[in-house]
Nanobody, 121 residues
Framework: QVHLAESGGGLVQPGGSLRLSCAASGSIFSIYDRGWYRQAPGKQRELVAK???????KSADSVKGRFIISGDNAKNTVYLQMNNLKPEDTAVYYC???????????????WGQGTQVTVSS
């Protein structure tokens, strides 16, 4: 089994910063990419940012210049540094890994349980 553990969410004032962390444990042979989605109340889940095993990154336009994604391949981790947070960033943030558990098997998506980020004064 692959288990993803997230941490770092919380309540922050507009303009503040938070750093989300996600660590994958269990049997992982190869990671294709990993990253973060978020879901606000009444809205669809959306991609925030992702990073490939070659450290190529992609971010949503709404967070470019404010959020930075990074990861450590050796430690099976992914991080999201969120700066200049806005009320519209309020959501539950989910980390994911798109990974192969064993050589020769198809890769699959694995998800964390979600962590709440609330931006409010």
């Amino acid at each position: 089994q692959v288990h993803l553990a997230e941490s770092g969410g919380g309540l922050v004032q507009p303009g503040g910063s938070l750093r989300l962390s996600c660590a994958a444990s269990g049997s992982i042979f190869s990671i294709y990419d990993r990253g973060w989605y978020r879901q606000a109340p009444g809205k669809q889940r959306e991609l925030v940012a992702k990073i490939t095993s070659e450290d190529v990154t992609k971010s949503a336009d709404s967070v470019k210049g404010r959020f930075i994604i990074s990861g450590d391949n050796a430690k099976n981790t992914v991080y999201l540094q969120m700066n200049n947070l806005k009320p519209e960033d309020t959501a539950v943030y989910y980390c994911y890994f798109y990974a192969m558990k064993r050589w020769g098997t198809a890769p699959d998506d694995y998800w964390g349980q979600g962590t709440q980020v609330t931006v409010s004064s």
